[in-house]
């Protein structure tokens, strides 16, 4: 049993005080003069003036912080060799031009948990544990949640040696010039066991409580998603002289393809895009000889996303053969869906149910998180705050702080829910 | 008078076998191993070598060689300042992976007509002038025709001293490194002034020879052609979470336009095409921001242009404003209609209607030239060898030894006619 007491980052402020502070001590760093977005790569200065910050953090609260083999943070009340541990947190790097909240509201909201329960003197019969995954974006390395995979063991140490930045960098490489000794990484077990339940908090990706009219959500699922190349090959000619009928322009197919997915995500309530290209030669005065354009799909289950790229990839076949078109497409990545666990999401609810006047919904959603990875692993779930815009992964991402403080009284509740009964 | 003898280099051969012997001479010059496409850039190793060929097939048959001030080659038969020249040549350089004849056919034909008006013993009234113009390509700086527009006065030496290649090395640097002294670049009407007609012999660049079955073709008229750059600004968001309705997407209206070319070209029986394209920030997960891409189109004639293009933008920016988007159209460039001298294209036709069997139709292109350049300052004609592939601008370019020949025998019968009565 841990007695929490009041802490000098919280006394008399509140857990709405404690969040304002820390979220403009977090508001600089890293974010872009010209694009006003945030660059905070893994293993870059950005990333670790935020890591100080997740110290600095800890320590003023009398945490007992550590850095585990793989880079990622944890702040700690109590006895992580107890077990049945109680973890919440999230992320602090970013997206290339990036909002503010993913990731960072997550940390943020975790600390200002903690300090909601210390005014409420809240007594915890378990270990609780605050966490800051490293590299969940991917932004460098370009593969997402690297910390949160390398624990669990879905990348192994000698995969992630293999990962390299834009300019050649090993990610091993990266966490040395960063102070971290990449000697340990790979799967680590006995950390996981420890784990009795995590929860992450996160702004939402999407307009659902923007349109219900609620400040919080609880997750359900992730939704299964994969990435599709379509490699439509024609030939290449000089734009100006060739007589139409002539031409297997695979532009033109492309385009058609390009309609077609939106049409047939609209008819699956999914969602399709084709947002990367790479045309060639890509000369003004040149028929592409290749347009070679990539599927970001995902659904609400995996019949769906089945038809929809099912429904696509038949399209496209049938526009390439129109044109004379080559098409080859190559699944390069898919998730299956992820359940996040069922008891500790009825829990949740519960829990919200009963200390809220709030309605907390349970919706889906479409981005993958390091909760995902976690999810096959450990009782996982996953609070959602509402983004009006529902706009992310840009300077445009946003929350209103009342949106904010609702949604650290709902991590709260939920800690002390879980943690100190 | 110019007693016209049989030179060594064609002394029994005939024009078919001068023309087959250089033609292998040039073949291996430039052409990578990967594509087997020709990179005969301006000024670089290639483009020495091919000129250091034609310098040899001038100085083999006695004719008087310059480089003029701009680095186009001349090889001359008679006294330059004689006045009202029949110019006859083309270009050596090449586009990117370009084919074997875009160019090389007309310098090889220029040289083997010559070869066939000695064995022929025609006898020269006015001086004749063989020409490799410099840089028509444009694939290093950019810029098109650059040695005829800098003779011609349509490009200003304060211009050229502006274009730069991919690397940063501007014109002039790159003419000194390979030998030639930019100082003098610009205008040069005294050498215009001594021109009566300019015959530029070319493969043909569409399939419309093949399609009327004609080995050989005359040019009436260079399609007015420009380019238009189209930009589809929308909203960066994440492709996994931004539910279709709330979506800004670009690539949609860009697909849509793409469509839409096709159809407005079709209608007009013209030529539209969209072949490089831009996006930001080009993410598989990320819904751009911005779609640009850059139409080329061409017709027959302005008023066709005019209602390709119009149709084009006006469907353009329908589909933006169905999808929210915001949609600018520059005009890139643009070349009015280049009509080649009537009594010039009658005098060929009537020429070649006494001295041959074949049938030679009179045909548009939409391709520009350094006849194109020069029309507006000579009197200038071309002719065109069939090329069944229709393809140009790649390796698949092509023309059948006999059309070649039949191009060569034209191509003689025209100098004959023009310069020897």
Chains 1, 2 share one sequence.
């Not at 593969?143 to 624990?151: F, H, I, K, Q």
């Not at 669990?152 to 966490?175: C, F, I, N, W, Y």
């Not at 999407?206 to 219900?212: K, N």
């Not at 609620?214 to 699922?221: E, N």
């Amino acid at each position: 049993m841990t007695e929490c007491g009041n802490s000098s980052a919280s006394a008399g402020t509140g857990s709405g005080g404690s969040f304002h502070s820390m979220w403009r001590e977090l508001l600089p760093i890293g974010r872009h003069s010209g694009s006003h977005g945030y660059r905070r790569f893994a293993w870059t200065g950005a990333d670790t003036e935020c890591r100080a910050w997740f110290k600095e953090q800890a320590e003023a609260r009398g945490l007992t912080y550590e850095v585990d083999r793989n880079g990622n943070q944890w702040a700690w009340l109590g006895d992580p060799a107890q077990g049945d541990a109680v973890v919440t947190g999230s992320h602090l790097d970013s997206v290339p031009d990036g909002g503010a909240f993913d990731g960072p509201l997550g940390v943020v909201s975790s600390f200002a948990a903690l300090d909601e329960l210390r005014s409420r003197r809240a007594e915890f019969a378990k270990p609780l544990a605050l966490v800051n995954f490293g590299d969940e974006e991917g932004a460098r390395f370009g593969l997402a949640c690297v910390g949160s995979r390398l624990t669990a063991g879905q990348l192994t140490a000698e995969q992630a040696h293999l990962l390299t930045d834009g300019e050649g960098v090993s990610l091993p490489r990266a966490m040395e010039a960063a102070g971290h000794d990449p000697e340990g990484i790979g799967a680590d077990p006995d950390r996981l066991a420890r784990i009795g339940a995590f929860v992450e908090l996160h702004v939402e990706q999407g307009r659902a409580l923007d349109l219900s009219g609620d400040r919080v959500g609880i997750a359900s699922a992730i939704w299964p998603h994969g990435r599709w190349r379509f490699d439509f090959r024609g030939e290449a000619n000089h734009a100006g002289t060739t007589r139409l009928l002539d031409r297997r322009d695979p532009m033109l197919s492309y385009a058609e393809t390009v309609l077609a997915a939106r049409r047939e995500a609209e008819l699956a309530g999914a969602v399709a895009t084709f947002g990367k290209i790479a045309v060639e030669p890509n000369g003004v005065n040149a028929i592409p000889s290749l347009v070679r354009g990539w599927l970001d799909s995902r659904a609400a289950d995996q019949e769906s996303l089945d038809q929809v790229v099912g429904g696509i990839e038949k399209a496209a076949g049938e526009y390439a053969r129109a044109h004379g078109i080559d098409l080859d497409v190559v699944r390069e990545s898919f998730t299956p869906v992820v359940e996040f666990d069922h008891a500790l999401r009825d829990e949740l609810a519960r829990i919200l149910g009963t200390t809220t006047d709030l309605k907390v919904p349970v919706l889906g959603t479409g981005a993958g998180h390091d909760a995902g990875i976690l999810a096959g692993h450990i009782p996982t779930a996953m609070l959602f705050v509402r983004n009006p815009t529902g706009v992310s992964h840009s300077p445009a991402e946003f929350a209103a702080e009342d949106d904010c403080v609702a949604g650290v009284l709902a991590l709260a509740d939920v800690l002390e829910g879980l943690a100190c009964r």
